[in-house]
């Protein structure tokens, strides 16, 4: 009966859904976001059986997102699914949105069958093509016989090297093919058995001569300073800083989703004197973050002239693009541990008194105490610093494990970052590198499940909000511990900013294009769905709203009516307007 029973079993034929879902699960995925339907909606049925939990959004975009920031806060690849054609040209904002970030995700898309293309089959697209230009790997599965490697190449390329999206195509005439379960579990077992993931070592090519270089010109500065970014953040490089920081008294600013790998409140940060820190310092290590615009390219004028870089990054091309003093390629961790032992065989210390820390810890007082005295106000009809004090305090009785904080919008997220304190590794997402609009929600969700045991709070304005506002939905679904504050000033940056003299032709009574419908109700969008909606106009109804939707952890959303005119246009990059 046991050898009918195994003859039976080798001879069962599946279908290329069933090899897809289990070459996934096979690689450990555990978790996919996407919208299903033709062809792909089998595909999503199997790999729930397979045991990986599908999360359903309304729109690819904001799944999207939500698989980028997964692959960010997990180190493992964030897989998002989308059908064939416009669904998968929605799916670019987010795979474009890992690339730029360089966060691991793979957009798994159907297509049309292979016998009909150059036909105007139903939803045809070069989809390859189409994604070319946003991935670091692309891959077709042809035949059914080709999904297992096709799957465990582009996995392993999001996470090796330099994390980034990749790009998998899936016919509807293979995912319709058949073979032996056999055979199938066969392919599977030799695709990964070539995996490079399984063999894990992540690439050092620095040399101990470049650690030495690196740590002398740290203790020959008269000046030097740590920057970090969401690079350390992702390679999990606190404790290596932690110990860097405090073992060498040098001073630290983070970027902002670096925040929380050291504490805001951490004596030796330089945040709150960021333009004198990175103006004056001499020698500054530049650990996981790229000098890029968020950090004026490491050029004059915010920068020194004769600054000199130290740059650790995963990738050469990027050291080789930003031609630094010195580059240390590497992962972030490992580079640190051997920077780290290297210091400890010859120890030094600035100490308090030095004279460079006695600058920044002086000037950071100062933009501190101003700052403070300017959030002590109770400001009604509120403006953007009072409410994001009365944030600020409710995030932080939540103790640890803090909640993941998600913020994005002009002014808000800009105000946020100074006022909100991270105190835990890998608790901010925002715009990130590319300075993307309506990721909220998606990162909202992504946090949900994979930090399932934080609370997770979005920081928006109502423009971001409006981007993702139906996934909402999604949150309640699910019942997912997300609570959504959203700063409605009725506008993009707020009220109508024009000049009278832009104010002409023939539609000049439309609204302004910074405009939205004053006073509009976000509170009720939730209730629609069976969440719960605050609308808040004074601190004390935002206090009980805050405590109250904090204890609960249930999906909600918190209205804040902001004065329309309390922001700046374009937050703090009116320059570029």
Partial sequence: ??????????????????????????????????????????????????????????????????????????????????????????????????????????????????????RGDFQELNQIEAAKPFSKHLGKAKDIKEIPKCFFEALDSAVLGRP???????????????????????????AADVSEIEKGVKKITTASLEVERAVDLLRNAERPLIVFGKGAAYARAENELKRLVESTGIPFLPTPMGKGLLPDTHELAASAARSLAIGKCDVALVVGARLNWLLHFGEPPKWSKDVKFILVDVSEEEIEL??????????????????????????????KNHPWLEAISKKARDNVSRMEAQLAKD???????????????????????????????????????????????????????????????????AAAVAEPHRLVVAVEGDSGFGFSAMEVETLVRYQLPVVVIVFNNGGVYGGDRRN?????????????PTSFVPGAAYHVLIEAFGGKGYLVGTPDELKSALSESFTARKPAVINVTIDPYAGAESGRMQHKN
């Avoid at 590497?330 to 290297?342: F, Q, R, S, T």
């Avoid at 009278?500 to 302004?512: N, Q, R, S, V, Y």
């Fill in 1 to 118: 009966m046991a050898e009918s029973n195994s003859q039976t079993t080798s001879q069962t034929l599946i279908d290329g859904n069933t090899l897809a879902a289990k070459s996934l699960a096979a690689y450990g995925i555990t978790h996919m976001f996407g919208v299903v339907g033709i062809p792909v909606t089998s595909f999503a049925n199997r790999a729930v059986a397979a045991g990986i939990r599908f999360i359903a959004f309304h729109n690819e975009q904001s799944a999207g997102y939500a698989a980028s920031a997964y692959g960010y806060l997990t180190g493992r690849p964030g897989i998002l699914l989308t059908v064939s054609g416009p669904g998968c040209v929605h799916g670019l904002a987010g795979l474009s949105n890992a690339m730029i970030n360089t966060w691991p995700m793979v957009l798994i898309s159907g297509s049309c069958d292979q016998n009909d293309v150059g």
């Fill in 164 to 190: 980034g999206g990749c790009y998998l195509d899936l016919p509807t005439d293979v995912l319709h093919q058949t073979i032996s379960e056999s055979e199938a579990d066969s392919l599977i077992k030799s």
């Fill in 322 to 351: 930003r031609k630094p003093h010195l580059g240390l390629v590497g992962d972030a961790k490992k580079v640190l541990e051997l920077v780290n032992k290297e210091i400890k065989e010859d120890p030094f210390c600035l100490g």
């Fill in 500 to 512: 009278l003299e832009e104010i002409t032709g023939p539609f000049k009574d439309d609204p302004a």
């Fill in 379 to 445: 400001v009604v009809p509120f403006n953007f610093l009072t409410p994001m004090r009365i944030i600020r305090n409710a995030i932080l009785e939540v103790g640890s494990p803090a909640p993941v904080l998600v913020s994005e919008g002009a002014n808000t997220m800009d105000v946020g970052r100074a006022v909100l304190v991270q105190t835990e590794p890998r608790t901010r997402l925002d715009a990130g590198t590319w300075g993307t609009m309506g990721v909220g929600l998606g990162y909202c969700i």
